[in-house]
C-alpha cells in the first residue's frame, strides 16, 4: 500500500513595527522574511504576526493593517486589502486572497508590502487615513517581500492554437481527377508530452460550409512530416460551428478540407 502524507498548516510570516525604534542587539534579529507562495483557483489565507523591534508581540489596537500586491517592477498597484483581525491586543491578523482575484494573475514574482494604517471615520462608510507606516520584512528596514503565484491546483489549460491560413490545391492542373481541396498549416501537437489517451479538441468555424473536412495525424519527427493519416472524417452540410475530440499520441496535426459550396474561416486546436 502507498501512503502518501499531505499536511495542513498556517502560511505565516513576521512582520515588524519600529515602534520602538531601534532593534535589541541581545535579540535575534531577523535577516530577511521567506517568499509568500499562493495558487490560483482557491483561496489562500495568509497570516501575519506583528512583532515589535525586540521581537514581541505588538498591539496594534485602533489601527488596521492593508495587504498589498505590486508589479515586480513596483509601477503598479495589482491589489489592496484590508487584513482580518484575529486578535489586535497580540498583533496577529490575516488576509485572504481569494480564487477570483488570483485567477487574474499569471504565474510569476510579484512584490508585496504591509502597511498599517490609522484611521478616522466620516460615516458609517467612509474614512480618512491620517497615519499610514510600513510595516519592516527584516531587522534591515526592507519594507518589500516576494510574492509567487506559483500556478493553478487545478491545472492550467494549454493555449488554443488558431488555424486560420488554407493552401489551395487542385489536382486537375497536374493531371488528376481528385476534388480541389485545402490543407491548413501544419499543427504541432508536441508530441513528447502526450500519452496515448491524451485528448485533443478541433473546434471549426465555417460559413454555410458544406463538404467534407478530414483530420489528419502524422507521427514524423522533425519539422517537415511526409506521411499522413485519416483520423476523423466529417461530413458537414451548411454548417457554421462544429467540433470533434481525437484520442492519441501523434507529433503533428493537420486539416484537409474538400468544399462544396462555404468556406472553413478558423479552426481551434487545444
Excluded at 48 to 58: G, I, P, T, Y
Excluded at 91 to 102: A, F, I, P, S, W
Aim: glycine share 6%; hydrophobic share 30%; proline share 3%.
Amino acid at each position: 500500500m502507498q501512503l502518501n502524507s499531505v499536511y495542513l498548516y498556517p502560511n505565516k510570516i513576521d512582520v515588524f513595527t519600529n515602534a520602538l525604534a531601534s532593534w535589541q542587539p541581545e535579540r535575534y534579529r531577523r535577516v530577511y522574511n521567506r517568499n509568500l507562495k499562493v495558487y490560483r483557483s482557491v483561496d489562500n489565507r495568509i497570516d501575519l504576526q506583528v512583532r515589535n523591534s525586540d521581537q514581541k508581540a505588538a498591539d496594534i489596537t485602533g489601527s488596521a493593517l492593508v495587504f498589498n500586491i505590486i508589479t515586480r517592477e513596483g509601477k503598479d498597484l495589482i491589489l489592496t486589502k484590508d487584513c482580518a483581525t484575529q486578535s489586535a491586543s497580540t498583533g496577529k491578523v490575516y488576509v485572504t486572497l481569494t480564487k477570483e482575484e488570483l485567477n487574474s494573475l499569471e504565474s510569476g514574482f510579484y512584490n508585496y508590502s504591509v502597511t498599517q494604517e490609522v484611521r478616522e471615520t466620516i460615516d458609517s462608510t467612509n474614512y480618512r487615513v491620517t497615519s499610514r507606516t510600513p510595516m519592516f520584512q527584516d531587522a534591515q528596514y526592507g519594507a518589500i517581500g516576494v510574492l509567487e503565484v506559483s500556478g493553478d491546483v487545478l491545472g492550467e489549460a494549454d493555449e488554443t492554437v488558431v488555424v486560420n491560413k488554407f493552401e489551395y490545391v487542385n489536382p486537375a492542373t497536374t493531371g488528376f481527377s481528385d476534388p480541389k481541396y485545402y490543407t491548413s498549416s501544419l499543427i504541432d501537437a508536441v508530441g513528447n508530452t502526450q500519452i496515448p489517451q491524451s485528448l485533443h479538441t478541433f473546434q471549426i468555424y465555417s460559413t454555410n460550409y458544406t463538404g467534407t473536412v478530414k483530420i489528419q495525424g502524422s507521427l514524423s519527427e522533425g519539422g517537415a512530416p511526409k506521411v499522413w493519416t485519416d483520423i476523423e472524417t466529417l461530413t458537414l452540410t451548411t454548417a457554421t460551428q462544429t467540433y470533434k475530440n481525437v484520442t492519441g499520441k501523434y507529433n503533428f496535426f493537420r486539416i484537409r478540407h474538400y468544399p462544396t459550396t462555404g468556406t472553413v474561416d478558423k479552426i481551434l486546436y487545444r
